[in-house]
């Protein structure tokens, strides 16, 4: 079914094993170091903390070098992400830039663009969003109202943007609009527009959890002045883009290793003699976790572009959107089966503010639970991703 990928048992090369330590003694001294507190649910921003990521090279890492890159493999950053999710690190600053506006740039942007933002991002200095989602539309992303209308030297862009993470933080955010009229074809005239989130007729209003916490943000465009210079790739192709990059947004550890900090600390909690049936629900959550990530490390080995490579570009990452579905949707459901064996083997009062680190993981992870199916593409739209590879197009 999946020709594509490799999905046999893989093991990290030594190279990546190394970094693996170096990743875990820098995590260890920022922990000790009460450089961050991890919080579970969503990853935390923190500017300080990107700020040393980036100085160790590993924001970017995949880019080429002339843009401050490292030219390392899509395997090598999937070693670093697994690392940072296994802890909670505080990554938000650079989640987004890192994952996909980097990659996007590097495949569609102009050369001034990638002069001016891949060089900040890989530092740490330029935080960027992600502008897709709009009230009304659920996850039918080709059916965005946001418009964009021609003017002299640019556009003006009209709309709203929901569920954007870190608006209120980022410096820009990538936005999906339409830039001429839906003619019958909806996928057509589309357009990918680079928006500063400081211009004029922004407008950032937060979307806060029901614990008061602020990650989301609905974002406003009122008549904002887009210059061309900030078109990315070409306009009228945005839906061939935007759908580049569900490979690399989808298929990662971050869609099944968000709770993985509950898990360790449930075996804790449980142990070295748990009851059969504890044994037998966390044998299963075991056997399964490891399952997902070698599809993930599979998926990142085939999107890795090799030492030949002049750009850095990950490969077939259209060609992957299937198996970057299967991992995305299997992934999810099984953080939130984390979160029910923590409910069911521990009798505890889960509490936001508890000194006890399980309590206090099972608290946030409850929170953002309903999260974790949406957020990427709902369970709906990626079965029928992965329905049509299976059973071909309905005729």
Same mark, same amino acid.
């Not at 449980?270 to 490891?290: F, H, I, N, Q, S």
């Given at each position: 079914? !999946?020709?594509?990928?490799?999905?046999?048992?893989?093991?990290? *090369?030594?190279?990546?094993?190394?970094?693996?330590?170096?990743?875990?003694?820098?995590?260890?001294?920022?922990?000790?170091?009460?450089?961050?507190?991890?919080?579970?649910?969503?990853?935390?921003?923190?500017?300080? !903390?990107?700020?040393?990521?980036?100085?160790?090279?590993?924001?970017?890492?995949?880019?080429?070098?002339?843009?401050?890159?490292?030219?390392?493999?899509?395997?090598?950053? !999937?070693?670093?992400?697994?690392?940072?999710?296994?802890?909670?690190?505080?990554?938000?600053?650079?989640?987004?830039?890192?994952?996909?506006?980097? *990659?996007?740039?590097?495949?569609?942007?102009?050369?001034?663009?990638?002069?001016?933002?891949?060089?900040?991002?890989?530092?740490?200095?330029?935080?960027?969003?992600?502008? $897709?989602?709009?009230?009304?539309?659920?996850?039918?992303?080709?059916?965005? %109202?946001?418009?964009?209308?021609?003017?002299?030297?640019?556009?003006?862009?009209?709309?709203?943007?929901?569920?954007?993470?870190?608006?209120?933080?980022?410096?820009?955010?990538?936005?999906?609009?339409?830039?001429?009229?839906?003619?019958?074809?909806?996928?057509?005239?589309?357009?990918?527009?680079?928006?500063?989130?400081?211009?004029?007729?922004?407008?950032?209003?937060?979307?806060?959890?029901?614990?008061?916490?602020?990650?989301?943000?609905?974002?406003?465009?009122?008549?904002?002045?887009?210059?061309?210079?900030?078109?990315?790739?070409?306009?009228?192709?945005?839906?061939?883009?935007?759908?580049?990059?569900?490979?690399?947004?989808?298929?990662?550890?971050?869609?099944?290793?968000?709770? !993985?900090?509950?898990?360790?600390?449930?075996?804790?909690?449980?142990?070295?003699?748990?009851?059969?049936?504890?044994?037998?629900?966390?044998?299963?959550?075991?056997?399964?976790?490891?399952?997902?990530?070698?599809?993930?490390?599979?998926?990142? $080995?085939?999107?890795?572009?090799?030492?030949?490579?002049?750009?850095?570009?990950? %490969?077939?990452?259209?060609?992957?959107?299937?198996?970057?579905?299967?991992? %995305?949707?299997?992934?999810?459901?099984?953080?939130?089966?984390?979160?029910?064996?923590?409910?069911?083997?521990?009798?505890?009062? *889960?509490?936001?503010?508890?000194?006890?680190?399980?309590?206090?993981?099972?608290?946030?992870?409850?929170?953002?639970?309903?999260?974790?199916?949406?957020?990427?593409?709902?369970?709906?739209?990626?079965?029928?991703?992965?329905?049509?590879?299976?059973?071909?197009?309905? %005729?």
């Amino acid at each position: 079914m !999946f020709q594509q990928v490799d999905f046999s048992t893989l093991e990290l *090369p030594a190279a990546a094993r190394k970094l693996q330590q170096e990743v875990r003694e820098f995590l260890r001294a920022e922990i000790a170091a009460q450089a961050f507190r991890p919080h579970l649910g969503h990853t935390e921003f923190n500017a300080g !903390f990107t700020r040393k990521v980036a100085a160790r090279g590993w924001i970017g890492m995949t880019w080429p070098r002339r843009y401050d890159g490292q030219a390392r493999s899509y395997l090598e950053r !999937f070693v670093v992400t697994e690392e940072m999710l296994a802890v909670a690190a505080p990554c938000a600053a650079h989640w987004f830039g890192d994952r996909q506006t980097g *990659p996007s740039l590097l495949r569609y942007g102009s050369e001034p663009q990638k002069q001016r933002f891949l060089p900040a991002i890989a530092r740490g200095e330029c935080y960027f969003a992600l502008g $897709m989602s709009e009230p009304n539309a659920g996850s039918d992303l080709a059916s965005v %109202k946001t418009r964009a209308e021609r003017v002299p030297d640019g556009w003006r862009v009209t709309g709203q943007k929901v569920w954007t993470s870190w608006a209120h933080k980022a410096h820009a955010f990538f936005v999906l609009c339409r830039t001429s009229p839906d003619a019958g074809n909806r996928h057509a005239g589309l357009s990918q527009l680079i928006v500063e989130l400081n211009a004029p007729g922004v407008t950032i209003r937060p979307i806060r959890f029901m614990n008061g916490h602020h990650h989301f943000n609905e974002v406003f465009l009122d008549n904002v002045f887009v210059p061309d210079d900030m078109v990315v790739g070409e306009i009228g192709r945005g839906w061939q883009q935007v759908t580049s990059e569900l490979a690399l947004e989808r298929s990662g550890p971050e869609r099944y290793m968000t709770t !993985f900090p509950l898990l360790t600390e449930l075996v804790r909690r449980l142990g070295g003699t748990p009851d059969a049936r504890a044994a037998d629900m966390v044998g299963k959550l075991t056997a399964r976790l490891w399952s997902l990530r070698r599809m993930s490390l599979a998926i990142a $080995m085939t999107l890795d572009p090799g030492p030949d490579s002049a750009d850095g570009v990950a %490969k077939t990452t259209v060609d992957l959107a299937t198996e970057a579905a299967l991992v %995305k949707d299997m992934g999810t459901f099984y953080e939130r089966e984390i979160i029910d064996a923590a409910r069911l083997l521990a009798a505890v009062e *889960p509490t936001p503010e508890a000194a006890d680190t399980f309590e206090r993981y099972l608290a946030e992870t409850i929170v953002c639970s309903p999260v974790a199916t949406i957020r990427g593409g709902t369970t709906q739209v990626l079965r029928g991703l992965i329905a049509r590879k299976l059973l071909g197009p309905l %005729k």
